[in-house]
């Protein structure tokens, strides 16, 4: 009897839907695939079914993740697309609460590592002639300022608007926090 392919994407589904509740309550070491199972209201076999582990579950939903970023990035329309291009998309997918535990209090930094690695750099308005051997040190706190900035905006539950928080990275970046200051 072969099983119906909706309801196996189902069921893979609960399992990521329940990992990730998970992951954003505790760390991977303290998720154990039985505690998985009974969010998902399935027993540990099923769970087997369909991943080794919890850390090939991990890999496939940052994988996974990763793979729509990408593929929303190639699709954009502007000849390049920056890193505020990438967390929009990311922002308006349907893969928020994947993001939400990837970026929480216990996700892994090689996640972070693997997203930066994504992001196009030719997409970045930033002139290093003169800078050029500073080139890795910008673009890095560049990348990581805004993945930051967008991880503490998923953790206050979008508490700005898509605009007002992209708008306020951009003058962050134009002018620092110079305009924020009493004075």
């Known amino acids: 009897m072969k099983k119906q392919p909706e309801i196996t994407e189902k069921t893979r589904q609960a399992f990521i839907d329940a990992f990730c509740e998970l992951y954003n309550q505790k760390p991977i070491e303290k998720i ?15 769970f087997y079914q369909h991943f080794a582990d919890i850390y090939e579950l991990l890999d496939s939903v940052e994988s996974d993740l990763l793979s729509y970023i990408k593929e929303e990035l190639t699709n954009m329309k502007t000849s390049t697309a920056s890193i505020q291009s990438a967390l929009n998309c990311i922002e308006n997918s349907k893969l928020i609460s994947v993001l939400k535990a990837l970026l929480g209090d216990y996700g892994s930094v090689h996640f972070l590592e693997r ?3 994504e992001i196009p ?9 003169e800078y050029d051997f500073l080139k890795p040190y910008l673009i890095e706190f ?31 970046y134009k002018n620092g926090i110079t305009p924020y200051s009493k004075k």
């Open 121 to 129: 750099f030719d997409g970045l308005e930033l002139n290093f002639q």
């Open 142 to 172: 560049y990348i990581s300022t805004s993945l930051s900035l967008f991880r503490l905006w998923i953790k206050q539950e979008k508490d700005l608007s898509s605009e007002e928080f992209f708008k306020l990275v951009d003058t962050l």
């Open 115 to 117: 997203l930066k690695r």
């Open 32 to 46: 154990s695939v039985q505690d998985i199972a009974n969010k998902a209201g399935y027993n540990r076999s099923t």
